[in-house]
């Protein structure tokens, strides 16, 4: 699943996670992947739970669409 930095910069932001938003912008490229850049999320500190709140996410997806 391809995540957009900005999405994810956004979220981290209305969330209170200033830092980890900076760094995201700083060391992600502009479209992530949770497999491809797993190392770069954990040292931000941006576990999968997070990215499946975002839009597009697993919790953003029905049962029906995942199955």
Request: no cysteine.
């Amino acid at each position: 699943m391809d995540i957009d930095r900005d999405d994810l910069v956004k979220q981290l932001r209305a969330d209170g996670h200033h830092d980890k938003a900076e760094k995201a912008e700083k060391e992600l490229p502009k479209k992530v992947t949770k497999d491809d850049h797993k190392g770069l999320l954990d040292k931000i500190g941006i576990d999968d739970s997070f990215i499946d709140k975002l839009p597009g996410g697993l919790g953003d997806k029905k049962l029906k669409d995942i199955l």
